[in-house]
Nanobody
């Protein structure tokens, strides 16, 4: 099992910044992808940004140029730096880790952290 603990959410005004963190612990496998997903009330949970253990990144079009995902493999932690936040960025942000365990991909989710962008 893998446990994911997220932090860094909160209330921010439009144009502001927040930094989310997600720390993984437990049965850690080195080949993995970690990502952030956003869920607004009554909506699905699409990908915001993801990063592989090798450092390859992927972003949703809506956050390109504003959000930066990074990771510290030594700490098993992924970060999401969010700048120039907009009201449409509001939602619960979930961290997900996908790792290859003996040839089988397994997904693990965090509990989510609320981000509210409002004046």
């Amino acid at each position: 099992q893998v446990q994911l603990v997220e932090s860094g959410g909160g209330l921010v005004q439009p144009g502001g910044s927040l930094r989310l963190s997600c720390a993984a612990s437990g049965s850690i496998f080195s080949i993995n992808t970690m990502g952030w997903y956003r869920q607004a009330p009554g909506k699905q949970r699409p990908l915001v940004a993801a990063i592989t253990s090798g450092g390859t990144t992927n972003y949703a079009d809506s956050v390109k140029g504003r959000f930066t995902i990074s990771r510290d493999n030594a700490k098993n932690t992924v970060y999401l730096q969010m700048n120039n936040l907009k009201p449409e960025d509001t939602g619960v942000y979930y961290c997900k880790r996908t790792q290859n365990q003996f040839g089988v991909p397994r997904d693990y989710w965090g509990q989510g952290t609320q981000v509210t962008v409002s004046s």
